[in-house]
């Protein structure tokens, strides 16, 4: 069907930055949304970006001016560019589309979730 591969996350100083990669791979026919959600220890999954196919995007409070969510619809990618990040920005972030997929000659629409990466906020 359709897979999400993340990339891009890993140890970094406060103030540092990442930049997060999504691509979305199989019978896609089209993606709607697609954004990030991150999950912090003993904290619940959140919305931290969101980009819909025309470009609008939406964000967090706690990372306004600070993240920038982008994607290449021609690459099926979604970005997340992290900068002055924290320590409270620590977590397992995981992308979701929203995918219309093909399969035995129809059209399905659901949402995908990537494996998670981790991103570390560390002096």
């Known amino acids: 069907q359709v897979q999400l591969v993340e990339s891009g996350g890993g140890l970094v100083q406060p103030g540092g930055s990442l930049r997060l990669s999504c691509a979305a791979s199989?019978?896609?026919?089209?993606?709607?949304?697609m954004g990030w959600y991150r999950q912090g220890p003993g904290s619940q999954r959140e919305l931290v970006a969101v980009?819909?196919?025309?470009?609008?995007?939406n964000y967090v409070g706690s990372v306004q001016g600070r993240f920038t969510i982008s994607r290449d619809n021609a690459k099926n990618t979604v970005y997340l560019q992290m900068n002055s990040l924290k320590p409270e920005d620590t977590a397992v972030y995981y992308c979701?589309?929203?995918?219309?997929?093909?399969?035995?000659?129809?059209?399905?629409?659901?949402?995908?979730w990537g494996q998670g990466t981790q991103v570390t906020v560390s002096s």
């Open positions: 199989g019978s896609i026919v089209s993606i709607n949304t």
């Open positions: 980009t819909t196919s025309g470009g609008s995007t």
């Open positions: 979701n589309a929203i995918v219309t997929y093909t399969q035995y000659g129809s059209e399905f629409r659901r949402a995908y």
